[in-house]
């Protein structure tokens, strides 16, 4: 029997008949990378893959290393396995991996999620046999709303903050959630501050996407000038010394885990916004369904929840470990720090 | 419901405790008295009995949703909420109810009569047409505890500014047993009515732990001292020939400890005594653990009642005569205590003195705390000696100076989700400790707190990476991980597998400096035992 065409090994996920990993955790020589988060690329990879609009995210931060990148569909083979990247609809840049060989194909996801934000490529379904799915909020509970609808609620949050004379600070990441966020936000109601890391970011962004207006508080800004205005800032910024200076303020976290009342309480958040840029437990399993796959395999997030529920469906499902995250991994680890 | 819903959503989207405040008396000046009163209940955790078991809740919400049970399961233990999970799982609707939170909780009570098809009917109309907020409030409603961030001292604070009456007299009001299905809001909060205050009970004094070095307190003369007990806090109270025991909690616990019943033919009308219940078999202070076997029992046996007797260990009289003493200085209030026990000392009631001591500077007072556990003590109560008996929690005039904890190191075994605001995330851990030949961990205890949220999260991020078997909810975890565990006090158990039973272990440190090999035994942990 030959060995199966992506293989999960201790460094990440193996194309053995191509040499090369998908989203490795540990240095390889070659690695094709799905999306610019932290735990899907890392630092040390001889080479790195990935599609065009992710080159300067990841150059951003990683710095100087070895990239080419791909175009959508772009077919490119490797020891005569052939991989193409596809939209995820994640964050911009981000990508699915296509990988096909003596007819077989697999289909990474990387992170994924349904919703066209306006920001990234929506993401679009890939027929394969093999699905291999992220399933961060793979629960019945996590239902989304429309992004239109939670802009909403964050613009009147921030009115009302302000009407209260309060600044807002809304938590993100700073790479896709923060961007996600300003991008929307209603500027006839305020001036939009950001902290460093999201500023840094979003220089980077601009060259791809249209963004609104926005000022980094450094050492110089003025308390006085803030009051009022709306300041995006890394989940990381929350209860650090730099907070200080927004005296008085009202915060706000918009994350998929604000679902639970508990996790926003956890964190000393005011108010929770139910914001993802990964699939809810519909848009995972549409997402299956239109890919035609037999076989799914799972990787972060409540995967063994996940697929067991995917086998009593017919499908067949098991779970992979993997050292993705995920979105716990953006919200509650100091990844932001990287980028500061 | 909408107001109500709509409080909730407020009380849920700030941290601050003033917009928390500010939000309840917005609410109280608005809604209309019969939705006041159930308000009140409600945020004072009194709630009509279950009307629906939450087993068929579970069965119900799952076909609904269109999920299976075990599904729905799993979720619930992520969510940490059965309300929350629910209103979560079921299709989502923008529907708002024109009924208000009277006319639900009519129904509700109604519910419980009902027949299950009915039950189950009922609950499907609201679930599919009530918003996320209104649906799991009103599920809340019928699940349970509303446990939402908000104290009965914050509700109590909302509803003086409400109304304009002092924090203190409503506090009073609140206390004890009321049918929030038959009391009005005149009634309840608005009008004086002496006769309902013969079962009533005074909100307890309690103390804070001292902050640091009790030379900090001033001139010891100042200050009265005895032994903290480690009992059940109560108040006994005589009046019209009636006795009633109350616990802290604000329950109702004359019917469990049956022995106070003579007090009545002794004690004159028109007493409360605060103090507190210990276990006292063989004629002398017994272990918490011996009264763990009376706290539960709603019908003590004849035979439970001579293993465990109890007495009230009295440190405190409220009311003499009649007349509410609270604010006169404790030393005087002492004074009436101790003329008290004396005239009755003969009766040979269940009932003791707590020994007030009086030391001439702090060294000597900090040697008798040493002396704790000799004396079944759990440290020193400092009191001022010229307090009054304030309500609730306050600083200043009563201070709790227990001893230093009891400690063992433990290795983590096993870790469970934790519940509200630790929902999602694993908090709630087991500990164990090696066997004579260092081979197996045998558990002793859980724990829940003590680290910081910082440590839960990279503890819990840990747990995710390291886990060897799932059980449910429960996880076993590679034994690698070494705590500190204190616990106040400890006694042989026959219904523990390690054979002996903490009282309130928690964390008192991450040991990142030892390995699980230099944990202790469980030998080390028997030679505790005094």
Same mark, same amino acid.
């Given at each position: 029997m030959r060995p199966p065409l992506l293989a999960?090994?201790?460094?990440?996920?193996?194309?053995?008949?191509?040499?090369?990993?998908?989203?490795?955790?540990?240095?390889?020589?070659?690695?094709?990378?799905?999306?610019?988060?932290?735990?899907?690329?890392?630092?040390?990879?001889?080479?790195?893959?990935?599609?065009?609009?992710?080159?300067?995210?990841?150059?951003?931060?990683?710095?100087?290393?070895?990239?080419?990148?791909?175009?959508?569909?772009?077919?490119?083979?490797?020891?005569?396995?052939?991989?193409?990247?596809?939209?995820?609809?994640?964050?911009?840049?981000?990508?699915?991996?296509?990988?096909?060989?003596?007819?077989?194909?697999?289909?990474?996801?990387?992170?994924?999620?349904?919703?066209?934000?306006?920001?990234?490529?929506?993401?679009?379904?890939?027929?394969?046999?093999?699905?291999?799915?992220?399933?961060?909020?793979?629960?019945?509970?996590?239902?989304?709303?429309?992004?239109?609808?939670?802009?909403?609620?964050?613009?009147?949050?921030?009115?009302?903050?302000?009407?209260?004379?309060?600044?807002?600070?809304?938590?993100?990441?700073?790479?896709?959630?923060?961007?996600?966020?300003?991008?929307?936000?209603?500027?006839?109601?305020?001036?939009?501050?950001?902290?460093?890391?999201?500023?840094?970011?979003?220089?980077?962004?601009?060259?791809?996407?249209?963004?609104?207006?926005?000022?980094?508080?450094?050492?110089?800004?003025?308390?006085?000038?803030?009051?009022?205005?709306?300041?995006?800032?890394?989940?990381?910024?929350?209860?650090?010394?730099?907070?200080?200076?927004?005296?008085?303020?009202?915060?706000?976290?918009?994350?998929?885990?604000?679902?639970?009342?508990?996790?926003?309480?956890?964190?000393?958040?005011?108010?929770?916004?139910?914001?993802?840029?990964?699939?809810?437990?519909?848009?995972?399993?549409?997402?299956?369904?239109?890919?035609?796959?037999?076989?799914?395999?799972?990787?972060?997030?409540?995967?063994?929840?996940?697929?067991?529920?995917?086998?009593?469906?017919?499908?067949?499902?098991?779970?992979?470990?993997?050292?993705?995250?995920?979105?716990?991994?953006?919200?509650?680890?100091?990844?932001?720090?990287?980028?500061? | 419901m909408k107001a109500f819903a709509q409080l909730i959503k407020k009380l849920d989207s700030t941290n601050k405790t003033t917009l928390k405040v500010a939000a309840l008396t917005e609410y109280f000046n608005q809604a209309a008295p019969k939705d006041k009163v159930w308000t009140i209940a409600i945020l004072s955790h009194r709630r009509p009995p279950r009307p629906v078991n939450t087993t068929l809740m579970r069965e119900w919400a799952s076909e609904l949703s269109n999920i299976p049970l075990w599904l729905f399961e799993e979720s619930y233990h992520i969510v940490g909420d059965l309300a929350e999970t629910i209103a979560l799982v079921i299709p989502p609707s923008d529907a708002s109810s024109e009924k208000s939170l009277n006319q639900f909780l009519e129904e509700i009570i109604a519910l419980k009569k009902m027949p299950d098809q009915v039950k189950k009917e009922y609950l499907f109309e609201n679930w599919l047409h009530l918003n996320y907020y209104e649906r799991f409030v009103f599920t809340k409603l019928i699940t349970g505890s509303f446990r939402i961030g908000v104290s009965q001292k914050l509700m109590t604070r909302a509803l003086a500014k409400a109304t304009e009456i002092d924090e203190d007299i409503l506090a009073y009001k609140l206390m004890g047993n009321w049918d929030p299905s038959k009391i009005s809001y005149n009634k309840l909060i608005l009008e004086e009515n002496e006769? =309902?205050?013969?079962?009533? &009970? $005074? +909100?307890?004094?309690?103390?804070?732990?001292?902050?640091?070095?009790?030379?900090?307190? *001033?001139?010891?003369?100042?200050?009265?001292?005895?032994?903290?007990?480690?009992?059940?806090?109560?108040?006994?109270?005589?009046?019209?020939?009636?006795?009633?025991?109350?616990?802290?909690?604000?329950?109702?616990?004359?019917?469990?400890?049956?022995?106070?019943?003579?007090?009545?033919?002794?004690?004159?009308?028109?007493?409360?005594? =605060?103090?507190?219940?210990? &276990? $006292? +078999?063989?004629?002398?202070?017994?272990?918490?653990?011996?009264?763990?076997?009376?706290? *539960?029992r709603k019908n003590v046996s004849k035979k439970l009642l001579e293993k465990v007797p109890v007495i009230l260990k009295a440190y405190d009289v409220l009311e003499w005569e009649g007349k509410d003493v609270r604010i006169l200085p404790f030393s005087e209030r002492r004074k009436i205590l101790e003329n008290l026990y004396h005239s009755i000392i003969s009766h040979e009631l269940p009932l003791r003195l707590s020994e007030t001591m009086k030391f001439s500077n702090w060294n000597e007072a900090v040697q008798e705390r040493e002396n704790s556990r000799e004396v079944k003590s759990e440290g020193l109560m400092l009191k001022r000696l010229d307090s009054p008996y304030l309500v609730g929690r306050k600083k200043g005039d009563w201070w709790k100076w227990k001893v230093d904890p009891l400690t063992i190191d433990a290795v983590l075994t096993y870790a469970m989700r934790g519940h509200g605001r630790r929902s999602n995330l694993f908090t709630d851990y087991t500990f164990g400790l090696w066997d004579d030949e260092k081979?197996?961990?045998?558990?002793?205890?859980?724990?829940?707190?003590?680290?910081?949220?910082?440590?839960?999260?990279?503890?819990?991020?840990?747990?995710?990476?390291?886990?060897?078997?799932?059980?449910?909810?429960?996880?076993?975890?590679?034994?690698?991980?070494?705590?500190?565990?204190?616990f106040e006090g400890i006694a042989e158990s026959k219904r523990h597998k390690s054979g002996v039973a903490t009282r309130f272990p928690r964390m008192l440190r991450w040991r990142k400096d030892k390995k699980i090999e230099e944990a202790n035994t469980l030998e080390d942990l028997k030679a505790l035992i005094p």
């Amino acid at each position: 029997m030959r060995p199966p065409l992506l293989a999960f090994n201790q460094n990440g996920i193996y194309c053995e008949a191509a040499d090369v990993y998908l989203d490795p955790w540990k240095p390889v020589d070659k690695a094709i990378i799905s999306h610019g988060h932290a735990d899907h690329s890392r630092y040390g990879h001889k080479k790195y893959i990935t599609h065009h609009s992710n080159v300067p995210l990841i150059k951003h931060r990683l710095g100087e290393i070895e990239v080419s990148g791909k175009g959508w569909n772009e077919s490119f083979t490797i020891n005569g396995v052939k991989f193409s990247f596809h939209p995820a609809g994640h964050i911009i840049g981000s990508a699915q991996i296509r990988v096909e060989h003596q007819g077989e194909v697999w289909v990474f996801t990387g992170d994924y999620k349904t919703e066209d934000d306006g920001i990234a490529v929506p993401y679009e379904p890939v027929k394969c046999h093999t699905f291999i799915t992220e399933c961060t909020f793979g629960l019945p509970a996590f239902k989304w709303i429309p992004q239109d609808k939670v802009f909403e609620d964050i613009n009147n949050w921030w009115q009302e903050n302000r009407d209260n004379g309060q600044t807002s600070i809304l938590f993100g990441y700073s790479l896709g959630k923060a961007q996600r966020l300003l991008k929307y936000l209603d500027t006839s109601i305020g001036q939009i501050y950001t902290h460093g890391a999201i500023e840094n970011m979003t220089e980077v962004v601009r060259e791809l996407v249209v963004m609104p207006p926005t000022t980094r508080i450094t050492r110089e800004t003025k308390k006085e000038e803030i009051k009022g205005n709306i300041v995006i800032a890394p989940p990381s910024a929350h209860g650090s010394t730099w907070i200080r200076k927004m005296v008085p303020y009202v915060t706000g976290s918009a994350s998929g885990w604000m679902t639970f009342r508990g996790a926003r309480r956890r964190r000393a958040i005011d108010k929770g916004f139910v914001l993802s840029d990964h699939c809810d437990w519909q848009g995972l399993l549409q997402s299956i369904k239109a890919t035609g796959c037999e076989k799914v395999i799972c990787t972060h997030g409540y995967s063994d929840i996940f697929s067991r529920y995917l086998r009593e469906q017919g499908y067949d499902a098991r779970t992979e470990e993997t050292q993705y995250e995920g979105e716990l991994g953006q919200l509650e680890a100091d990844k932001e720090k990287e980028s500061e | 419901m909408k107001a109500f819903a709509q409080l909730i959503k407020k009380l849920d989207s700030t941290n601050k405790t003033t917009l928390k405040v500010a939000a309840l008396t917005e609410y109280f000046n608005q809604a209309a008295p019969k939705d006041k009163v159930w308000t009140i209940a409600i945020l004072s955790h009194r709630r009509p009995p279950r009307p629906v078991n939450t087993t068929l809740m579970r069965e119900w919400a799952s076909e609904l949703s269109n999920i299976p049970l075990w599904l729905f399961e799993e979720s619930y233990h992520i969510v940490g909420d059965l309300a929350e999970t629910i209103a979560l799982v079921i299709p989502p609707s923008d529907a708002s109810s024109e009924k208000s939170l009277n006319q639900f909780l009519e129904e509700i009570i109604a519910l419980k009569k009902m027949p299950d098809q009915v039950k189950k009917e009922y609950l499907f109309e609201n679930w599919l047409h009530l918003n996320y907020y209104e649906r799991f409030v009103f599920t809340k409603l019928i699940t349970g505890s509303f446990r939402i961030g908000v104290s009965q001292k914050l509700m109590t604070r909302a509803l003086a500014k409400a109304t304009e009456i002092d924090e203190d007299i409503l506090a009073y009001k609140l206390m004890g047993n009321w049918d929030p299905s038959k009391i009005s809001y005149n009634k309840l909060i608005l009008e004086e009515n002496e006769e =309902d205050y013969l079962s009533k &009970p $005074y +909100p307890f004094y309690l103390a804070y732990a001292i902050e640091n070095e009790p030379e900090n307190l *001033g001139d010891i003369s100042e200050w009265s001292a005895e032994h903290k007990w480690d009992g059940i806090r109560a108040q006994v109270i005589i009046r019209n020939d009636e006795l009633f025991t109350w616990s802290r909690g604000e329950e109702l616990v004359t019917d469990k400890y049956p022995e106070f019943e003579k007090f009545v033919e002794v004690i004159p009308n028109g007493t409360v005594l =605060d103090g507190e219940i210990l &276990p $006292y +078999p063989d004629n002398e202070i017994g272990t918490f653990n011996d009264l763990q076997t009376r706290i *539960g029992r709603k019908n003590v046996s004849k035979k439970l009642l001579e293993k465990v007797p109890v007495i009230l260990k009295a440190y405190d009289v409220l009311e003499w005569e009649g007349k509410d003493v609270r604010i006169l200085p404790f030393s005087e209030r002492r004074k009436i205590l101790e003329n008290l026990y004396h005239s009755i000392i003969s009766h040979e009631l269940p009932l003791r003195l707590s020994e007030t001591m009086k030391f001439s500077n702090w060294n000597e007072a900090v040697q008798e705390r040493e002396n704790s556990r000799e004396v079944k003590s759990e440290g020193l109560m400092l009191k001022r000696l010229d307090s009054p008996y304030l309500v609730g929690r306050k600083k200043g005039d009563w201070w709790k100076w227990k001893v230093d904890p009891l400690t063992i190191d433990a290795v983590l075994t096993y870790a469970m989700r934790g519940h509200g605001r630790r929902s999602n995330l694993f908090t709630d851990y087991t500990f164990g400790l090696w066997d004579d030949e260092k081979k197996e961990l045998v558990t002793f205890a859980k724990a829940y707190s003590g680290l910081t949220d910082k440590e839960f999260r990279s503890l819990d991020a840990w747990i995710k990476r390291n886990t060897l078997e799932r059980f449910g909810p429960v996880r076993s975890v590679t034994p690698h991980h070494v705590f500190e565990i204190g616990f106040e006090g400890i006694a042989e158990s026959k219904r523990h597998k390690s054979g002996v039973a903490t009282r309130f272990p928690r964390m008192l440190r991450w040991r990142k400096d030892k390995k699980i090999e230099e944990a202790n035994t469980l030998e080390d942990l028997k030679a505790l035992i005094p």
